[in-house]
Every structure is written in C-alpha cells, then in structure tokens.
C-alpha cells in the first residue's frame, strides 16, 4: 500500500460559483462588464440574506423516489428527523413515520438520501475556503495541514496543538463565523501533510508504515531530497515536529517537515449503524451519528467516541450512509471481465472517465458525483446476496469521449436481464434505470462491442444505486 501527497488543486474542491468569480475578477480575468454583474449578483445575495438570512428551505431527498420534502428540520433523535413542513410532501416520499401536529411530520433517517440546509450564506462568507496563493505561513508555526482520516474524510485545517495522542485542528466556520474545533485522535488519522510542503517533497510515494511505528518525511538537509523516517510520532512543539527515532525523541523544523504517515489501527467505523457524512460550506467532510439538531448546530458523534457541534450555518448537506442506500461506486466488483480489441484494453474506472477527468454527459453538465465507467467489451459482476430491492442509475456515453460510440448495454441479475439498450449510440441521451434485484446475488454490469466495435464505447453507469427494502 502507498500514501500518495496531497496536491493543492484538490482544495478547490467545495468552491461555490461566486467564489470562482470573485477570484478571477481578482485576477484579471473578468471582463468589465462580466465584473459589473458579478458584484450586482453579490449585492442582491446579501440583500435578500439581510437579517434573516434563509432564503430557502431545507430539502431532503427520499429514498422512494426523486421526490423532495420541503421545509426545515428542526429537531433529530434515535434515528430520525423531525420537519416543520413549507407545504404538503410531493407524491413519492416515503410516508411519514409519526404526525406529531399539522405542520410536523417525523422521518427515519434511513428513507432519506440526503439534507440540504437552505440557509444561503453571504458572498464575503466564504472565508471558509483556504486559497494556498493567499495564506502567510511565518516560519515556526504549524499553519495550515491537510488531514486524511482512516473514514476517508479529508480537511484542511489549522493545527492548533499535537501531541503524541491527539490533534487539535480548527475549521473555517459559516456565516456566523464561529470556526468549528475538533479534537482528532492519532488512531483515527491516516495522514497529515502540511499545506506549503518543501519544494522537493512534491509528488512522492510514502510505503505505509509497519504496525507500532510513523513515517515522518523530511528533506535531506544536504541533497533536499525527500526522506521518509520510521518512528513514533510525538507531537508539535515550538515549531518543530517532535519524533522519536533511534532511541531519542528528536525535534525536525517544520521548513523540513513534509508530513506524517500514521500506521493502520484495526476497528473503528460505525458498523452497519446509520450515520451521516456532514459537508461544511468551505469544502470539509465529517462523518459520524447524527444525535440532534436544532436552530443553531449539529451535534455529531464521531467514531472514535466524541461528539462535536458544527454550527448549522456552517453544513451545507448531510449525506446518509448505511441507510437503505448503498452506492454501487463505492463497491468493488467481485469479479471483472474485460476483452481487448486487436490487443487494446481500457480498464474500468470508478467516479471517474475513462481518461482520468470528470465524468459528464454533456458539455455544459457539473460533474458527475459518482460513477461507474466501462468502455467495451467488459463486465462487472457485484456479490448482492440478495440484500437489496431495487437498482438505479442514469446510464449514458461520457463527453466527449463517447459522442461517436455505439454499444449494447446491460444490466443482469443472476445472468438475467434486467435492462438492455442495444445499439445505443453517444448521440441518443442517457436512460434511467429502476430495475428489481430481489433475490439477487450477482448483479452484472455489461458493455458490449456495437457496430462501431470498440471506437468511442466511454460508457458511465452514473449514480449507481442498490436499494434496501424498507425496515
């Protein structure tokens, strides 16, 4: 197993558009008149989000259906949300699981997909955003880190304290400007890799560390040559990063340190329990057990045991895991097929394009969340065991490497088809999919050669979704 660096691009992740704007204005880049409109639009934000500054309600998604429940949530406990109702639940929600009045209904967490909250923040608001060209680091502080969790989150944060037991990092609050402070344990990090690294630590490999030790990277002092270091981290200390090596706990200036690797601790995680995946306004992801929620935070209880509050107007959505909803992108196939044409092979990708970019149907479209993509001849086969009701996606050819392809596409449940679009062509769309897998163990994804045999077969199984019967 290797750790690769971080790179700063990935921190544009989460920017909102009048961001973008604002820094290319800021650049340069904006026409006059492109400016004159930017900073209107800005104008009309802040005025309408003036004092009470919900400018929508909150949305939930269910798992029922594309249908939306519109209102506010107000309160959350024991695996479930309760919402103050703008107006009559859409055809298709799953039917609430209490009437607690005429404007309250209560709903288990595990029928919603997700929460967007409607608060709509002020442009000069998102400070939350950390642009590397714009933060000072002076030499003997700790700045800015980027942290990868063993949950698979990734933060930028400021390192307030470490220690051979816990950081202590801060992030960027919302609107109310109240940064949001947690505590990390070491057995819950993965890595920390400081945000300005020395110039030659860019872009290297780190072999994960053996159990019971760390990996400090540091530059040679001679060569600055990038040196990975196996020992036991002890934590920050007067600028300087304390690490024991050899018998003696040493101190490295921070100018040399590039970042640590932590070794592998087994358990953890939430199980089969339901849990949410909290994404903050400046691009954070949290995850842990909703406990409550109220008119001003989130309260969150973390896999390793402690609970935080994020201050609502800092979450921008909340994703449910391990509610009746498993995306098929987030697991591996059980078993791959793939036929070469004339010696050419592409392989499968996940949550990406064939190529390595964004996935899009179209030109014009955001990027795809999430994906499944397969040129011809080749197929997936996923172990269902029978655990799931439905499977859905949006199946369609990748732009632009598959406006000119042609392919046979299938969807098959224990070697049956439960979906085909043959001869489908780039210029035809896409197809929504909402298939029966009861029963199911094997669920299969199939692209074939069509009658242009392999030329253009960029194919992308988009939001793939298993879906649990209801509890």
Same mark, same amino acid.
């Given at each position: 197993?290797?750790?690769?660096?971080?790179?700063?691009?990935?921190?544009?992740?989460?920017?909102?558009?009048?961001?973008?704007?604002?820094?290319?204005?800021?650049?340069?880049?904006?026409?006059?008149?492109?400016?004159?409109?930017?900073?209107?639009?800005?104008?009309?934000?802040?005025?309408?989000?003036?004092?009470?500054?919900?400018?929508?309600?909150?949305?939930?998604?269910?798992?029922?259906?594309?249908?939306?429940?519109?209102?506010?949530?107000?309160?959350?406990?024991?695996?479930?949300?309760?919402?103050?109702?703008?107006?009559?639940?859409?055809? !298709?929600?799953?039917?609430?699981?209490?009437?607690?009045?005429?404007?309250?209904?209560?709903?288990? %967490?595990?029928?919603?997909?997700?929460?967007?909250?409607?608060?709509?923040?002020?442009?000069?608001?998102?400070?939350?955003? =950390?642009?590397?060209?714009?933060?000072? &680091?002076?030499?003997?502080?700790?700045?800015?880190?980027? @942290?990868?969790?063993?949950? !698979?989150? &990734? %933060? &930028?944060?400021?390192?307030?304290?470490?220690?051979?037991?816990?950081?202590?990092?801060?992030?960027?609050?919302?609107?109310?400007?109240?940064?949001?402070?947690?505590?990390?344990?070491?057995?819950?990090?993965?890595?920390?890799?400081?945000?300005?690294?020395?110039?030659?630590?860019?872009?290297?490999?780190?072999?994960?560390?053996?159990?019971?030790?760390?990996?400090?990277?540091?530059?040679?002092?001679?060569?600055?040559?990038?040196?990975?270091?196996?020992? =036991?981290?002890?934590?920050?200390?007067?600028?300087?990063?304390?690490?024991?090596?050899?018998?003696?706990?040493?101190? =490295?200036?921070?100018?040399?340190?590039?970042?640590?690797?932590?070794?592998?601790?087994?358990?953890?995680?939430?199980?089969?329990?339901?849990?949410?995946?909290?994404?903050?306004?400046?691009?954070?992801?949290?995850?842990?057990? %909703?406990?409550?929620?109220?008119?001003?935070?989130?309260?969150?209880?973390?896999?390793?045991?402690?609970?935080?509050?994020?201050?609502?107007?800092?979450?921008?959505?909340?994703?449910?895991?391990?509610?009746?909803?498993?995306?098929?992108?987030?697991?591996?196939?059980?078993?791959?097929?793939?036929?070469?044409?004339?010696?050419?092979?592409?392989?499968?990708?996940?949550?990406?394009?064939?190529?390595?970019?964004?996935?899009?149907?179209?030109?014009?479209?955001?990027?795809?969340?999430?994906?499944?993509?397969?040129?011809?001849?080749? *197929? %997936?086969?996923?172990?269902?065991?029978?655990?799931?009701?439905?499977?859905?996606?949006?199946?369609?050819?990748?732009?632009?490497?598959?406006?000119?392809? &042609?392919?046979?596409?299938?969807?098959?449940?224990?070697?049956?088809?439960?979906?085909?679009?043959?001869?489908?062509?780039?210029?035809?769309?896409?197809?929504?999919?909402? =298939?029966?897998?009861?029963?199911?163990? *094997? @669920?299969?994804?199939?692209?074939?050669?069509?009658?242009?045999?392999?030329?253009?077969?960029?194919?992308?199984?988009?939001?793939?979704?298993?879906?649990?019967?209801?509890?």
């Amino acid at each position: 197993m290797k750790v690769s660096y971080w790179t700063t691009d990935a921190t544009t992740r989460g920017r909102w558009r009048a961001t973008r704007g604002r820094d290319e204005a800021r650049r340069g880049r904006l026409t006059c008149g492109a400016r004159v409109v930017l900073f209107a639009a800005a104008a009309l934000v802040l005025a309408m989000t003036s004092g009470d500054r919900r400018a929508t309600a909150d949305v939930l998604y269910s798992v029922d259906g594309p249908a939306r429940i519109m209102g506010r949530v107000i309160s959350a406990a024991e695996g479930a949300v309760t919402v103050e109702l703008a107006s009559a639940p859409v055809d !298709g929600v799953a039917e609430p699981e209490a009437d607690t009045s005429p404007a309250l209904k209560t709903y288990r %967490l595990d029928s919603i997909r997700a929460i967007e909250f409607g608060e709509v923040p002020p442009v000069d608001a998102l400070h939350g955003h =950390v642009d590397f060209d714009d933060v000072d &680091q002076p030499a003997g502080q700790a700045g800015i880190w980027m @942290l990868t969790l063993r949950s !698979g989150e &990734q %933060l &930028q944060a400021d390192v307030v304290a470490a220690t051979s037991d816990v950081w202590k990092v801060r992030l960027a609050g919302g609107p109310s400007e109240q940064p949001t402070e947690l505590t990390l344990p070491v057995s819950a990090m993965a890595s920390a890799w400081r945000a300005r690294r020395p110039a030659g630590a860019a872009n290297t490999d780190v072999e994960a560390p053996k159990p019971g030790e760390h990996a400090l990277i540091v530059l040679d002092k001679s060569t600055e040559a990038p040196v990975r270091v196996a020992g =036991v981290w002890e934590g920050l200390e007067d600028g300087a990063a304390r690490f024991s090596f050899r018998g003696a706990v040493r101190s =490295v200036a921070l100018d040399r340190v590039a970042g640590v690797v932590f070794h592998a601790v087994d358990g953890g995680g939430f199980g089969d329990r339901v849990y949410v995946v909290a994404e903050l306004l400046q691009g954070a992801r949290i995850s842990g057990e %909703l406990l409550s929620v109220n008119a001003d935070g989130i309260s969150l209880q973390m896999s390793w045991g402690r609970t935080i509050v994020l201050p609502r107007d800092s979450v921008r959505r909340l994703d449910i895991r391990n509610g009746r909803i498993e995306s098929l992108a987030a697991m591996s196939p059980d078993d791959v097929e793939q036929t070469p044409y004339f010696g050419r092979l592409i392989p499968y990708a996940i949550n990406r394009a064939l190529d390595g970019g964004a996935m899009r149907f179209a030109a014009e479209d955001d990027p795809l969340a999430a994906g499944v993509a397969m040129h011809s001849r080749s *197929r %997936l086969h996923y172990d269902t065991a029978g655990r799931f009701e439905r499977f859905r996606c949006r199946v369609g050819f990748l732009w632009p490497a598959g406006q000119h392809g &042609q392919a046979d596409i299938r969807v098959l449940g224990d070697g049956t088809p439960l979906f085909e679009w043959t001869n489908a062509a780039g210029g035809d769309g896409q197809r929504d999919v909402d =298939v029966s897998i009861e029963g199911v163990k *094997r @669920l299969t994804l199939e692209v074939d050669f069509g009658e242009g045999r392999d030329v253009g077969d960029h194919v992308v199984f988009a939001l793939p979704e298993l879906v649990r019967a209801a509890r």
